[in-house]
């Protein structure tokens, strides 16, 4: 069997990558996917069954800290249960990758794993301003990493995607740096990535290379840096705080969910790293994202459930929770 772990920060397009996965290869292997998610209410798992995998879902904690045990019981079931050809494990965004690792890696797994491979997903827009709020956290990441696809390239100009590129291959100049839009990848060049064998200095682009805080001294990333997320310094554990909701047979209106939205961007409600919702509209469904400081909303299929979740910092649950309220069709409140 295959190990993928597939992990980044929240709103990094874990989720996304994953999905293109199970397109490219769900029809060849055998594909079992292990999302953890760091809330009660799961969004991730229920995305991924839309697109046809397989999916096994921990929510309610960090497989990396007070999941451990669970963690490994459960790759033991799914084993047994599905016999997969290839395991993805999605991590929650504040997991501690060398954590994970470990548990992965022992001896309790030597004889059914047959190779183990490690891609972060890196947010081009928000990456550096990360590493000034944490550095102990992200550089753990990027070491940890065999693969790394910097995503949302076409949020940034080319010169800061380059530049993001170098400083990620000066943390870690053996992993190879693959940039991406949409989670969309060079499977040739992906599949080539994963088979190649790590060696000091492989990656050829050391010649444009840069001290790590050149980028942080350029006014636009000076102008950027207040909005980025201020994580603890020093910290596997970054202190967030989820909140989540889940309505049975409940239609809402979407003006008013996306203008709740832009009252969690503006970080009026506390502050929201990421809020994913599904909701039901009338006759149809939609997925509601906020990542990275911007809002996307794309059709689902129609589902009789709606669910949100939303993990930051000081959250104010309770003005959220009376918002959430006010959203939903009069027709239904009746």
Not at 197 to 216: R, T
Not at 282 to 303: D, H, K, T
Request: aromatic fraction near 6%.
């Amino acid at each position: 069997m295959i190990v993928d772990i597939i992990f980044g920060f929240l709103g990094s397009g874990k989720t996304t990558f994953i999905t293109r996965v199970l397109k490219e290869w769900g029809d060849k292997e055998k594909i079992v996917v292990l999302v953890n998610e760091f809330g009660d209410v799961g969004i991730d798992g229920d995305l991924l069954r839309e697109r046809g995998g397989n999916v096994v879902e921990m929510p309610s904690g960090c497989i990396c800290c007070t999941l451990q045990g669970d963690f490994r019981t459960q790759m033991l079931e799914i084993i047994d249960t599905f016999q997969p050809q290839r395991l993805i494990i999605e991590p929650t965004g504040v997991a501690t990758i060398a954590q994970i690792r470990s548990i992965v890696e022992a001896q309790l797994f030597e004889n059914v794993i047959d190779e183990i491979n490690h891609t972060l997903i890196a947010d081009a827009t928000g990456f550096m301003g990360l590493y000034k709020a944490n550095r102990h956290f992200i550089e753990s990441q990027v070491k940890n990493a065999r693969i790394v696809l910097l995503n949302k390239c076409d949020k940034v100009d080319a010169r800061r995607a380059v530049l993001t590129r170098n400083a990620i291959s000066a943390i870690n100049p053996e992993a190879t740096v693959l940039m991406t839009e949409h989670g969309a990848v060079d499977w040739v060049q992906y599949t080539l990535a994963l088979s190649t064998p790590p060696a000091s200095g492989q990656w050829q682009g050391n010649k444009d290379s840069v001290d790590i805080h050149q980028l942080e001294q350029q006014e636009e990333f000076q102008q950027s840096a207040a909005q980025e997320i201020h994580l603890l310094e020093e910290q596997d554990a970054l202190g967030y705080e989820s909140f989540g909701l889940v309505y049975d047979d409940v239609s809402f209106d979407q003006g008013a969910l996306e203008a709740l939205f832009r009252e969690l961007n503006a970080s009026r409600l506390g502050e929201v790293v990421r809020a994913k919702g599904i909701f039901r509209v009338e006759n149809r469904c939609i997925l509601m994202e906020l990542a990275s400081g911007e809002f996307n909303s794309q059709p689902l299929r129609l589902s009789d459930q709606s669910k949100i979740s939303i993990i930051g910092r000081n959250l104010d649950k309770k003005r959220i929770g009376a918002s959430l309220e006010d959203c939903v069709l009069r027709a239904d409140k009746a």
